[in-house]
Structures are given as structure tokens and as C-alpha cells.
């Protein structure tokens, strides 16, 4: 086993906290994050839960859902125990580069080259920095073990348009002549300030260090230290001065103000008083940044009545409702920064997808570079499980459902649970939704059962029964009717427009009649007269139109085009060839013939057929203007804000079945979005048959939300349980009953299941996972009449746990390994990758393979089998368009697949950890795993662990120079706006100001490593006697 384990270790060589998919590796993807946003049940999606529930135990219930968990999506959380080998090979090659040339994998080596020329170019940079800032210091140059590869010198390595742009710069300046020189005086002047100023620790450090080496006799080994630390810093002052010399004397200043302001806000909270700091406790920095960045100048009033409530100020936990655009978002981001600024905690944001995590974490950036805490992404392939402890700095963890659940299981494996200080979760009610749903519940119940300081705040603008999650989360309510802009219902009934009116006796009156002029084709074309209705808005504000199907999403886009005036075309036309340009270059030249016809009139679909890339850039250019119409799934339903002065939803259905109030109330939520539009409309479109149950659906209560934890059997109930042994957070039938009481399920318990009690449900569940071998019950004799029943974990349940594998298909993920032991094929990697092709997709795979199905082949293997081949195509041609053509797939499906592949196959590598039987399947995963997370162009990889940028822009901002973070984060958004096509001048501000973040992080994580290898073990012999000794 331990040979095995060594064994990886010299064959890894990827770089820790370097890049993207180093989560990827250890942690699952789940169905939602891989198609984001996608939530509506659309029709894979139902085969796929018609599947689940096929597998599902006795315990389930009826129900649809389409967000699921499709792998799970829990890591190792014991230890990162690849990262650290992945470190220990690094480091190796860090200090003998010529172990470079054995790489036998070319990618490999690209992102190990890559990673090492990262660190080194921060080492040039401090090198630099201080040779030409402090003569009087001695240039180190042998800061011990870190060797200087000839020529990687940052500064003049910059990007092309960057060059450009200072060429520009310096011309300008040689034009102001004596200005000039005086210029060149104050950068001088500027880089010693940069020096005295900006790391005035470091100044400290180096006094301190000073006095230290006269103290203490080990100098050698502070001088080293001081180096490095010195070193690491300067490199850091090198980077802020390359972009912003100019802001060096007043952000000191400003620094100054802020801790002055942060220190006084401490004291406030310490003191719960009620004298408020400048701004709820905070620096009035924090205004003036939301100002700045938000444009918010203002607090509405229920804003600041929610965040005085006494309640609030006593952190108790909270949940507030308010309808779609109210302004929820922000009360929780100012408790978020009261938490990470004054009380010093860390935090926790759980955002529904993966696209609002990105979006978030862009908005949030400025404020944590600005305000001095780290912003970390859970959420796709990235985050770092247990989360890397820091020295000072707070973070700020946003994460998605599954990723938010991962993360809590490693800080109470790890018992840093308390340092989480609050929790957030948006979009409450999807604790009512799927395994999605029970996933939110366990994480919840487990912090609650955990932590007594961990406050929990949730918001939703669609609850119903809010006294069971009151009681559940033990929490105050708080509620209002404000939405910022009006938002105004209507339906549409043939060519007569109704106005939803709650006062009128039906529910709506009448408020005008359709009188279009249109001719017997269109009429047939567009009975609904969609035409007509997107044209009363489009194309100088926007109009969003949900389609209950994706395929119906791409006909209403190239019906309505085809009625479009030629007049549309003019409309941006520049931008739209633009868009058209950027979508191709994202494509590797490929376009949608759908999009490449319906773009240039400024209309596209949206749903998740498409890539990431390709979403990412349609919203983009949907939010600048330049598309105005989008036909859309439910994939826009929630929490987005994108700008809709109209919202169309095009039937009261979503796929095959009847819209609920919740959903209709998300979806013409997306009306009238405050800061984007001033006023907000909906038109529902019914038939005359729909009639009854729409008036229903628009004067019922909104719909209630029940726990899934029980219903969700394999992926609830027992995953839960397995948790809480394998973790030890219960390991006995009455600690386990316990935690059950605490549960939403607990607390709905007598309406979900009133056949059997909580405590036949438990002993049921626990009975149910010790028969399938996952754990083993001992039964301890406490005294003649008392017996207590142990549990711990099997084997097999350990590593289903730490593999996140469904427990759905433990057994059947066992018995593969096992068969694939008598015979492996290692010819080629086919074998392998049928081995890691994920079981949850296999239902939504349909092959033309008649001939199979005559045979009697078994479905699900001939499916699986189907599948391993898309995936081995990809892994050859990396094109996700050819093989989508030659396989005849969407796109979209493809990219799923192939980040579903990657995910389950490092949930194999960690079941087959824990199993010594299946050692030899960890050297065979862990090479396969990074081939399938890697299945894009090597180079690309560092930029896009920028959050917000994908493929596409990485390829842009490769070609225009910009190749690493580094570049990245000493990029001038105003360059990369003149340099990069179709690139706004907020995205730039946010990609700069998130890759300025990710180093920062980086360079901290760094400092605190080098001081933890650097500082005397606290048990290092005589260290004890010598203090005694001095005292
Ligand atoms: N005090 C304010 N002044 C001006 N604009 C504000 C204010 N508060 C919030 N906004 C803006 O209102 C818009 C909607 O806010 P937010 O996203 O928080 O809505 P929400 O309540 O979360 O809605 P949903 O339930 O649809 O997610 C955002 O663009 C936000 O910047
Ligand atoms: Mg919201």
C-alpha cells in the first residue's frame, strides 16, 4: 500500500493551490454546477430522476427534480493528501530542474513548468524590487533553495499591449519634456515611498528581525527567514507598484483611516452598544465603496430596520423574505463584512450555481483587496477542502450548495468549525428542492448540532411556511412587501390582455386588446403573437422569453427572427459581428447555425445545451445591450440579474409539467431589476384551456417547502448518516436520534411520514446501511439493563464517504473495480475511462446501437460503454464541437460529461484509497483524472482559475500576452479593455481585481508555509529548559 502511495507521489507533479482543477481533482461536480443555472425540468433531466428513483430505496417518494447531485460532491477532507504530494514533487522540482526532462506527459510538464516559472517570477520581481529600492541591503541572492531561472524576469516579460500601453505612456511623457523628468523623479521618489509606505511591516519585520539576530544564536536561520519573508513581500509591493504608483502615499493613508475605522468598529461590536460605526459598524470605506462599485448611495428603509433589529445585532440567526429585486442581497453582504472585519471570523456564502458563485465572487473581490480579507471560490472544480488556514486575514468562502457542504465537513473533521463566525444562504426555499435540497439541510443541521457560535442567516423572496424553518434554523423573521421597481403581471388570452389584479373577483381585469396587423402566415407561425410583444420593447430594452423546452427555445428564437424587420439588423450591428466573431473563437471556428442566424437581430437562446463559454460570453453581451432578446429555460430563473424590462413566459409549463407559484414568481422576478430598469413587466401566455388553473396558480399562496432528507434515501438520509459516523459528530443510535430531532425533516416529520416515527426512520436507516456493509454496530453492555449501539464506519463506507460516491451505486462502483482487477486493458485508456464514466449519466445517454439492444446487452453497460467512447474521442481531439458533431450530442452535454468524468473519476481514486485491494488503480486514476480535467490546452489553465474567465477569454488574454496570474493581476483593465474584443470595462475591473485576490492569496499562502517550515517546533529539545533557563 505504502509502495503504491510513494509511487503516485513521484509521478505527480502538479503544483498545490495553482491551479483550477486541483479541486477538481479531489472534489466532485454536481449536476447543477455542471450545467449552472439549469434548473428546469427539462427533459434529460426528468429521464434522469425517473432513473433515480428507480435506485432509491423503499423510503422514497414521488417526486421531480432536476437539480441533482449527480456524483456528489465531497472530497478527502482527512488531509489533502494529493496536494501534499503534488507539493512534495514540486518541491523536488523546484530545486532540481532537470527532473523536467523525465516528464513524460506533455501537459504535465507544461503546467509544471508553468507553476514553477509563477514562483520564480515573483522571486525575480522581490529580487528586483530590492536591488533597485534599498541599496544598502544586501542582495541574497542564494535565498536558499530557490534557483533563479535565467531570464524569467517579470518586468520585462509584460504583456504586448501592456508594452503598448507604457510605450504610449512614455512617449506622452518624453513629449512633456521637463514634466518628464520631473515624472521620473517622483517614480523614484514613489518607489521609496513604495518601500517606506506600503510594507511598513515589512519595515517592522525587518527591525524586528534586526533584533532578533542579536538575541537569538540561531541567526543563520532568521536571516534566512528574513529573506524569504522580505523577499515574498517586496514581491508583493513590486506587483501593487507595477499597476498603481500613483495611488501609493494616499492608500497608505487610506490604509491608516481603514484599520483607525475597523479597530473603532471592533470595539463597537465587543461593546454591543447601540452607537452604530460610520456605516452599521463598519468604515465608512465600506460605503463609499458600494457607492463606487454599486452605484448604491442609499440603503432602502427596510434595509436598515432589517439591520438594526435587535435580533441582529444579537446575532441570532435571521430569515428575511422579500419579493425578487428587493435588495436582499445586500443586508447579508453588510453582516458578511461585520462578521469577516469586526468580529474576525470567517464566513460562509451559499449561492444555488455556479455562475452566481463567479459572479459574486467577481463583485466581491474589490471589496476584500479593498477591505483586506480573501475571497475564495467553492464552486465547480475549485476550492480547497479543509479550507487553508490563514494568519490574519479573514476569508470569505462563496460556494455552491454541494461545495458549501464539503466545505463545513472539512472544518468539523478538521475541528475548526467554530471559526466559521456566520453563514449565509440565498435562496433558502431550495432546501425544498431534490437531493439538492436534503444536501442544504445536512450541511445546516450539522453546523447547528456542531457549532454554538456559527449564526445562520437565510433569505428567499418565495417562502411559504417560514415557522418550520424557523424552527429548524431556531431563527427570528423578518419580512416586507418592497420591491424597489413596480413589477407589473400580466396574461394574455388570445388577443386580449388581462392585468393580474388580487382585489378583482377572478384574480385580473381586463387591460387592453392585441390589434396587430398580421398576415395569415405569421399568424400561423406565431399564433401566440410573440412577434408582436417582443417588438412593443425590443431592441432598446431588453426582453427575456422562457420557453418551456430547450428545443422550443431555439425555434421561438428563429421564428421571431424570421419576422424581424430588416430594420433590427442595423441595431449594434458592429457589436453583433463581434459577438459572432468571439462566439466562434470560442468554438475553435464553429458557430451554432441557430445563433449564427438569429444574433445579427440581436436575439439568441439561453439554456444549457450551450458551453459554459458560450453562455458566458451571450450574457455578456445581453447585459451591454447588444442582444436584447434572449428565449430562455428556467436556466434564468433565479437570483440573476440580468436586465428585463419585459418578461414572456410562453406557456404555464416547465417541460411537461404545470408551472408552480414559486417558480412563475422567480421567473417574472427577472422584471424590473433595480439599477438595470426602472419599470418591470410580465405576459404569461395561456391557452383558453389553461384558463381555470392559471387564475389558480396566480391567487394561491406561494407553495411550501418540505425536507427531502428522507425522500432523497441514498443521497439524504444516508449519506448523512454515513457522515456523521465517518466524522464522529454521532456514533451512537440515541446521539444519531438527536441529531434527527434537530433536522428539518425533524421538525416535519408528523406531515412528511406519519406511518413511522423519527425513531424507526433512524433505526431503519442505520439497520439498511450496516446489511450493505457500509458500517458495523457494536453493541456495548453498559449495565444489565442499559445496552448501548456503537457505529463506526466500514471500510467500504469510508471510502464511499471520501469518494462522494452515490450510494446508489457503492456496490455496483465496487464490483466494476473488482471485475476490471481480472483484466485491465492498459493499452489504451479506453478501459480506464469506461471504469470513471459516470453511472448518473448513463440514463441520458441514447446510442443508435440497434443492433446491442437486439442482442440483450445490458443497457446500462452498452450506455456506459457509449459514453467512455465520447470521452475517449475527447481526450484525443480536445474539441468539444467535432466530437459534439461526430457524436451527434449538444455541446453542452459533451462539456458535462466530460467535467462529470473528470469529477467521479477522482471519487474513484479516493474510494479506491481507502481499499487495499484497489491499490493499483491509484497511480492508473490519478494520471487519468488530471487527463480528463486538463482536456483543455495547457497554458490556458493558470489564467482561468481567474474566476470569470473561461476558455474562450483565456484564449484572448493568452494571445494578447497575458499568460499568467501574475499578468493578470498587474494588468490595466483600461489596456485590456482597448486590447481584448467584447470585454466591458467592469468584467476587466473584475477579472483584474480577482486575479489581484488569487495572488494575493497565493503569495500569502506561501509566507505562511515558509514560516511554518522556518519556525522552531515547540517541542524541539532544551527549547523548554532554555526559556526556563532565561526566565
Ligand atoms: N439600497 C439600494 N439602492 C439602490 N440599489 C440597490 C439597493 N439595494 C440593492 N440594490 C440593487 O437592486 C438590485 C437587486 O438586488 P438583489 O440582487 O439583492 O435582489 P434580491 O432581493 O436578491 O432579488 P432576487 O430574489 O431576485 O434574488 C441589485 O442590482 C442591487 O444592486
Ligand atoms: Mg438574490
Known amino acids: 500500500m505504502d509502495e503504491g502511495g510513494s509511487r503516485i507521489r513521484r509521478r505527480v507533479s502538479l503544483p498545490k493551490r495553482n491551479r483550477p482543477s486541483l479541486g477538481c481533482i479531489f472534489v466532485g461536480l454536481t449536476a447543477a454546477e455542471l450545467e449552472p443555472g439549469d434548473e428546469g425540468k427539462e427533459e434529460e433531466e426528468m429521464v434522469a430522476e425517473n432513473r433515480r428513483r428507480k435506485t432509491a430505496g423503499v423510503l422514497r417518494v414521488e417526486h421531480n427534480d432536476s437539480e441533482e447531485d449527480m456524483f456528489g460532491d465531497y472530497d478527502s477532507f482527512t488531509e489533502n493528501s494529493f496536494i501534499a504530494q503534488v507539493d512534495n514533487l514540486e518541491q523536488k522540482y523546484m530545486q532540481l530542474p532537470e527532473h523536467k526532462k523525465h516528464a513524460t506527459d506533455f501537459a504535465t510538464e507544461n503546467l509544471y513548468s508553468e507553476s514553477i516559472k509563477n514562483k520564480l517570477s515573483i522571486t525575480t520581481i522581490g529580487n528586483l524590487t530590492e536591488l533597485q529600492t534599498d541599496e544598502h541591503t544586501e542582495n541574497q541572492s542564494g535565498y536558499e533553495g530557490v534557483t533563479v531561472e535565467p531570464g524569467a524576469d517579470l518586468l520585462y516579460d ?89 495611488f501609493s502615499r494616499s492608500k497608505q493613508l487610506k490604509d491608516t483611516l481603514l484599520s483607525e475605522e475597523i479597530n473603532v468598529a471592533k470595539k463597537t461590536i465587543e461593546s454591543s452598544s447601540n452607537d452604530l460605526g460610520p456605516f452599521y459598524s463598519l468604515p465608512s470605506k465600506v460605503r463609499d465603496l458600494y457607492a463606487q462599485f454599486k452605484g448604491i448611495e442609499k440603503l432602502y428603509e427596510w434595509q436598515h430596520t432589517c439591520l438594526t433589529l435587535n435580533s441582529v445585532q444579537e446575532r441570532k440567526n435571521l430569515i428575511y423574505s422579500l419579493p425578487t429585486s428587493g435588495g436582499k442581497t445586500l443586508v447579508a453582504e453588510i453582516l458578511m463584512l461585520q462578521e469577516l472585519l469586526c468580529c474576525r471570523k470567517d464566513v460562509l456564502m451559499i449561492l444555488p450555481y455556479v455562475a452566481i458563485v463567479q459572479e459574486k465572487i467577481s463583485g466581491l473581490s474589490s471589496f476584500g483587496v479593498e477591505l483586506g480579507f480573501f475571497v475564495e471560490e467553492y464552486a465547480g472544480s475549485k476550492g480547497r477542502f479543509p479550507p487553508t488556514k ?33 453563514v449565509v444562504v440565498d435562496e433558502l426555499h431550495m432546501i425544498g428542492e431534490g437531493s439538492r435540497g436534503a444536501t442544504l439541510e445536512m450541511t445546516l443541521a450539522k453546523i447547528l448540532y456542531t457549532s454554538k457560535t456559527t449564526q445562520i442567516i437565510g433569505m428567499s423572496a418565495t417562502l411559504n411556511n417560514v415557522e418550520d424553518l424557523q424552527k429548524f434554523l431556531q431563527a427570528e423573521y423578518y419580512t416586507s412587501q418592497f420591491r424597489p421597481v413596480e413589477l407589473k403581471e400580466y396574461l394574455k388570452i ?106 445579427p437581430f440581436g436575439v439568441a ?120 459516523i465517518g466524522l464522529k459528530i454521532a456514533t451512537n443510535l440515541d446521539d444519531i436520534y438527536h441529531f434527527m430531532n434537530g433536522t428539518f425533516f425533524g421538525v416535519q416529520q408528523k406531515i412528511l411520514l406519519k406511518e413511522k416515527s423519527l425513531w424507526e426512520i433512524t433505526v431503519e436507516s442505520l439497520r439498511y446501511l450496516t446489511e450493505k456493509g457500509l458500517l458495523q454496530k457494536d453493541t456495548i453492555c453498559k449495565s444489565e439493563e442499559e445496552v448501548q449501539h456503537n457505529f463506526h464506519i466500514t471500510k467500504l463506507g469510508r471510502a464511499s464517504f471520501k469518494g462522494t460516491i452515490d450510494l446508489a451505486y457503492c456496490d455496483i462502483l465496487y464490483r466494476d473495480l473488482k471485475k476490471g482487477l481480472e483484466g485491465l486493458v492498459l493499452e489504451s485508456l479506453l478501459h480506464l475511462i469506461y471504469l470513471t464514466t459516470p453511472y448518473d449519466l448513463i440514463s441520458q445517454c441514447n446510442p443508435d446501437w440497434m443492433i446491442y439492444f437486439r442482442q440483450k446487452v445490458d443497457k446500462d453497460v452498452v450506455n456506459r460503454l457509449y459514453l467512455s467512447f465520447v470521452l475517449y474521442t475527447l481526450l484525443k481531439e480536445t474539441n468539444i464541437w467535432t466530437v459534439s458533431e461526430k457524436f451527434n450530442m449538444p455541446r453542452g452535454y459533451i462539456q458535462n460529461l466530460l467535467t462529470g468524468a473528470a469529477s467521479f473519476s477522482s471519487c474513484v481514486l479516493h474510494f479506491c484509497e481507502e481499499l487495499e485491494e484497489f491499490w493499483v488503480y491509484r497511480a492508473l486514476l490519478v494520471e487519468l483524472t488530471k487527463k480528463l480535467t486538463y482536456c483543455v490546452k495547457a497554458e490556458l489553465i493558470p489564467l482561468m482559475e481567474v474566476t470569470g474567465v473561461l476558455e474562450g477569454r483565456a484564449k484572448q488574454l493568452y494571445s494578447a500576452g497575458y499568460k499568467s496570474l501574475m499578468h493578470l493581476a498587474n494588468a490595466n483593465p483600461e489596456v485590456l479593455i482597448r486590447t481584448i474584443d467584447h470585454l466591458s470595462r467592469r468584467q476587466a475591473k473584475q477579472i483584474v481585481a480577482s486575479a489581484k485576490m488569487l495572488l494575493h492569496e497565493k503569495a500569502e499562502a506561501l509566507q505562511e508555509e515558509v514560516e511554518e517550515l522556518l519556525r522552531l517546533p515547540s517541542d524541539f529539545p532544551g527549547a523548554v529548559a532554555s526559556s526556563t533557563d532565561k526566565a
Open 494 to 599: 388570445n388577443d386580449t390582455i388581462y392585468e393580474i389584479d388580487s382585489k378583482a373577483e377572478n384574480g385580473m381585469t381586463f387591460s387592453r386588446l392585441l390589434n396587430y396587423k398580421y398576415s395569415d402566415t405569421l399568424k400561423k407561425m406565431d399564433p401566440d403573437h410573440l412577434v408582436a410583444l417582443v417588438t412593443e420593447v425590443i431592441p432598446n430594452y431588453s426582453c427575456l422569453v422562457f420557453c418551456p423546452s430547450k428545443k422550443n427555445c431555439e425555434n421561438v428564437a428563429e421564428m421571431i427572427c424570421k419576422f424581424l424587420s430588416k430594420e433590427y439588423l442595423k441595431h449594434k450591428e458592429k457589436e453583433k459581428c463581434e459577438v459572432i466573431k468571439n462566439l466562434k473563437n470560442i468554438g475553435n471556428g464553429n458557430l451554432c447555425p441557430v445563433l449564427k442566424r438569429t444574433i
Open 605 to 724: 437562446y439561453h439554456h444549457s445545451g450551450l458551453t459554459s463559454d458560450e453562455r458566458k460570453l451571450l450574457e455578456e453581451a445581453y447585459s451591454a445591450g447588444v442582444l436584447c432578446l434572449f428565449t430562455c429555460t428556467s436556466t434564468l430563473a433565479a437570483g440573476v440579474n440580468l436586465p428585463a424590462r419585459r418578461v414572456i413566459l410562453r406557456a404555464p409549463y416547465v417541460a411537461m409539467e404545470f408551472l408552480k407559484r414559486n417558480q412563475y414568481k422567480q421567473m417574472i422576478g427577472r422584471a424590473g431589476r433595480a439599477g438595470i430598469d426602472t419599470i418591470g413587466e410580465s405576459i404569461l401566455i395561456l391557452q383558453e384551456k389553461d384558463k381555470q388553473q392559471v387564475l389558480e396558480l396566480i391567487t394561491r399562496p406561494l407553495e411550501n417547502c418540505y425536507s427531502h432528507l428522507v425522500r432523497e434515501f441514498t443521497k439524504g438520509i444516508q449519506t448523512l448518516f454515513l457522515s456523521l
Open 158 to 246: 509584460v504583456p504586448s499591449s501592456q508594452a503598448i500601453y507604457f510605450e504610449n505612456l512614455q512617449n506622452s511623457s518624453n513629449d512633456l519634456g521637463i514634466c518628464s523628468m520631473k515624472e521620473r523623479d517622483w517614480k523614484s521618489s514613489s518607489h521609496n515611498t513604495v518601500n517606506e509606505e506600503l510594507p511598513h511591516n515589512c519595515i517592522e519585520q525587518r527591525q524586528q528581525n534586526d533584533e532578533d539576530s542579536s538575541k537569538v544564536r540561531i541567526s543563520s536561520d532568521m536571516n534566512r527567514r528574513k529573506s524569504i519573508k522580505d523577499h515574498l513581500k517586496s514581491a508583493m509591493t513590486g506587483n501593487a507598484k507595477a499597476q498603481t504608483p500613483i
Open 390 to 422: 490563514r494568519r490574519e486575514k479573514k476569508s470569505l468562502y462563496i460556494a455552491t450548495i454541494e461545495k458549501g457542504h464539503s466545505l463545513v465537513n472539512s472544518l468539523i473533521e478538521s475541528g475548526r468549525i467554530d471559526s466559521l463566525g456566520l
